[in-house]
């Protein structure tokens, strides 16, 4: 390969639109400071609007010949035709690469910059983005080369969305339990893999492998001449079959839990508030409210809890999902994030979430016909915990699930009005039970002192 | 007998430099095979009446987008030289494309409204061929299908990372995916119509 046709090649060719189809992906550079398996997994679902841009780059590259009407005059070359298209394969290939590398240093800036935490198959869920994007451009370039229409390039790109949005669609039914582990073959990731996940080694080499194989596959068939599509077809087929052996059997087993994504980063100091490493900033906006509901609790309950951790929730311990352990001595807060990696609740609400049912999670096992019960419950003891009258529900904030207060107020007055020892014995009889999370109807012992 | 010289033979002769025959089989062909796709993902999904009006999405921008090409002659300096107003042909021409288009994709979808309802069809189709014609004026014709196509890809996604709440800013890219109710996309729309109709019909398009 000639370095001086190359410059030219990247100079003169689609190269640099073919980077800026990656431009997209920048935009979840802004997400590090949820962790970078937001960054990447979100890289992984905008290769649905990537792919299609970078499939038209290519098919318009491949054009050129003959949109500028020198096909006859280069057919009577004696170089071989797979020499020139290589080189513009390779523009097209570095295009996209570099593009794409940029973006990952500047996500690398940014996440230096916020501590974010780096999930250790970061670099090979990068590696298959890169290869996507790979064989997104040359496989434009090959049906470009293949149907030179002037409508090519839009049809091309246009085909690729429907046929990504299609698999995306019908696949996204299979996320439940089941033998549906080619689901992972797919460039946008399925929805299994989160911000706490790992793929699993095996899964992650088989994206590899299929990726890759598949851009082999792409820039095989822009090359080819004579016989060499067949090769292409070879490639693919034997890269999806590599791929298929190392699958796991289960969907599920393709993602692992990223234990070091969930060590509570807490604070040095009295009372403990502690958030999840994968998302640090979560810390300094939970100290203050978490600090808050803490003290109230001490003085209100016997034997309070002395810290606030972060609740997370995992598909991973499949077939039961993964919650946190009821603890007498913790409050499992429950976290929502905005964009940035900050709480994405205000100090106010985040003082009631850690302030529910008296310190204590939701429990999961409560009936239907009992939820409305439940939660008034839960808001009534937060009520009673920090000595304020309930919230009003709010259809577009956290509290958006609360009972009205023609519910929740009468519940909370008539709790005050009992004597102050029966409040107090009936509040711990209601922790004890949350924290047992026994099928009781808790609004009853709560208000009556039985259920 | 037609008349080398006679109205129907520069008619004929207008519809074959427009490549209106080309560009029907490809309209033809690709709402067909996203009407096939369509009826099965309804199928499925009966519960998501997104996902048929993804498809009639897609199914107007192909084509749409296809009918690009044909919104110049292979010569436009040819075209320019000719003692001819253009401005009432190609108005004609962009009315032709968006009314085309709409029967096709609404007519191909009409059974339980397997390509979305017709109103968001008829909308969508009026808006895209006004963004396509915008795009013959701005980048040529062969280059006007780019804003339709970056608009199609990222419509879905935009509204998606949205979801019921985008800023006011995100109807400008996420009109064509909204429901048919929406007045902000209709405004869209039809603006998008006007301004790109206006400039075509007046300016013509670039090389």
């Given at each position: 390969m000639s370095a001086r046709v190359l410059g030219l090649e990247l100079r003169r060719s689609a190269a640099l639109w073919a980077g800026l189809?990656?431009?997209?992906?920048?935009?979840?550079?802004?997400?590090?400071g949820n962790g970078m398996a937001v960054v990447i997994g979100d890289q992984r679902q905008a290769l649905i609007l990537m792919m299609p841009l970078a499939t038209a780059v290519g098919a318009w590259q491949a054009r050129r010949d003959r949109r500028s009407g020198t096909s006859d005059l280069l057919g009577t070359s004696p170089r071989p035709a797979w020499h020139r298209y290589a080189h513009t394969a390779a523009a097209l290939g570095i295009g996209v690469v570099v593009a794409y590398a940029l973006i990952l240093v500047v996500a690398a800036v940014f996440a230096a910059r916020v501590g974010a935490h780096y999930p250790v198959d970061y670099w090979v869920k990068s590696m298959i983005v890169t290869a996507w994007l790979t064989a997104a451009v040359l496989l434009g370039a090959a049906i470009g080369r293949a149907i030179s229409w002037v409508v090519t390039p839009p049809l091309a790109a246009l085909s690729m969305l429907v046929g990504l949005t299609a698999i995306a669609l019908f696949t996204d039914t299979e996320v439940g339990p089941g033998p549906h582990p080619g689901t992972w073959l797919l460039p946008p990731a399925p929805s299994y893999d989160s911000y706490i996940t790992l793929l699993t080694p095996e899964a992650a080499r088989a994206q590899l492998v299929w990726a890759i194989s598949c851009a082999a596959a792409a820039g095989l068939l822009y090359v080819a001449t004579r016989w060499l599509p067949l090769v292409a077809l070879g490639v693919a087929g034997a890269g999806l079959v590599a791929a298929m052996t190392l699958l796991p059997e289960y969907l599920h087993q393709g993602v692992q839990m990223d234990e070091t994504a969930v060590v509570p980063v807490c604070t040095?100091?009295?009372p403990v508030v502690c958030a999840l490493r994968v998302h640090p900033l979560v810390l300094d906006d939970l100290r203050g409210p978490g600090g808050e509901a803490l003290t109230a609790l001490s003085e209100r309950l016997?034997?309070?809890?002395?810290r606030v951790e972060e609740a997370y929730y995992s598909w991973t311990g499949y077939p039961d999902p993964w919650m946190p352990e009821p603890a007498r001595d913790v409050v499992s807060a429950e976290i929502y994030t905005d964009g940035s990696g900050?709480?994405?609740?205000t100090p106010t609400e985040t003082l009631w979430s850690v302030a529910l049912g008296a310190g204590t999670a939701a429990c999961p096992n409560v009936p239907q016909e009992m939820w409305d019960r439940d939660a008034t419950a839960r808001v009534v003891a937060a009520a009673w915990v920090l000595q304020e009258t309930p919230p009003e529900p709010d259809p577009d904030g956290y509290f958006n699930w609360i009972p009205p207060p023609n519910v929740t107020r009468p519940a909370y007055e008539a709790l005050l009005g009992l004597p102050e020892d029966v409040q107090y014995a009936q509040v711990a009889a209601y922790r004890d039970s949350a924290l047992a999370c026994t099928g009781e109807d808790r609004l009853a012992l709560l208000l009556d002192g039985e259920s | 007998m037609i008349s080398p010289s006679g109205p129907h033979h520069a008619i004929a002769l207008l519809l074959r430099s427009r490549r209106i025959g080309p560009w029907l089989a490809i309209a033809l062909g690709s709402t067909a095979a996203l009407r096939g796709i369509a009826g099965l993902a309804t199928e499925a999904f009966t519960d998501r009446p997104d996902v048929s009006a993804a498809f009639g999405f897609y199914a107007v921008t192909i084509a749409v987008a296809c009918?690009?090409?044909?919104?110049?002659?292979?010569?436009l300096e040819l075209d320019r030289a000719a003692?001819?107003?253009w401005r009432p042909l190609r108005l004609a021409h962009v009315v032709l494309i968006a009314g085309l288009v709409s029967a096709l994709v609404a007519t191909a979808g009409s059974s339980q409204q397997t390509l979305g309802p017709a109103a968001q069809i008829l909308r969508n189709t009026v808006g895209l061929t006004g963004v396509l014609a915008l795009g013959a004026v701005a980048l040529g014709v062969a280059r006007c299908w780019v804003p339709g196509v970056l608009l199609t890809v990222a419509a879905p996604f935009l509204a998606f990372r949205f979801g019921g709440d985008p800023p006011a800013w995100a109807h400008v890219i996420t009109w064509p995916v909204e429901i048919a109710a929406s007045r902000v996309s209709w405004v869209m729309a039809l603006a998008l119509a006007t301004v790109g109709t206006a400039a075509y019909s007046l300016l013509g398009p670039r090389a």
């Open positions: 189809a990656v431009a997209p992906a920048a935009l979840t550079v802004a997400q590090a040095p100091e009295e016997p034997n309070p809890p002395n900050r709480l994405a609740l | 009918a690009g090409p044909g919104l110049a002659g292979p010569d003692a001819r107003d």
